[in-house]
């Protein structure tokens, strides 16, 4: 008896022990995800920041803005300078949104930066500049965010 109540035991901890076993495998899962998700964000955030010095740097180097230019075919130095800076403060806006998309970013930060994306673009001629000069520099998703969210309508500029 005393032989069968210890199996019956043994019983119950082997369950309990392969309940924990799955609950931490659970958790390692959600941590690896999580970390995945980190790592992408900063990958981007990198990558767009690369992007941003580089735009920098042309556009403080009249030697470089000037190859530039005639590269890009623009019509003058000022103007490809003031798209490069442009397009620089929308890859930050661009940033913040996936920064935000990963919860690196909370919704009063947020609302700050939307009221401003939004407001560029709904500013005279602004929705013309936004497709002409600086929606192709940016993601799809975050092209699709802006026109959607910022209430754009597609045959507004058509």
């Not at 955030?45 to 735009?55: F, K, P, Q, V």
Request: contains cysteine.
């Amino acid at each position: 008896m005393n032989n069968e109540r210890i199996k019956n035991w043994a019983h119950v901890a082997e369950i309990f022990s392969g309940i924990a076993v799955l609950v931490t495998l659970v958790f390692l899962i959600l941590e690896i995800r999580g970390n995945s998700d980190l790592i992408r964000a900063n990958t981007f955030n990198r990558s767009i920041e690369s992007l941003i010095d580089y735009r920098m740097q042309i556009a403080s180097n009249e030697t470089s803005l000037r190859v530039m230019t005639q590269h890009w075919g623009v019509d003058s130095a000022e103007l490809l300078r003031r798209q490069l800076l442009v397009v620089n403060l929308w890859s930050i806006y661009e940033k913040t949104y996936f920064s935000r998309q990963y919860g690196l970013v909370g919704p009063a930060e947020w609302e700050r930066f939307e009221s401003r994306i939004c407001g560029y673009v709904k500013q005279e001629d602004g929705l013309k500049f936004w497709r002409e000069n600086v929606a192709n520099f940016m993601t799809d998703e975050f092209r699709d965010y802006v026109e959607s969210r910022c209430e754009v309508s597609t045959k507004a500029s058509d």
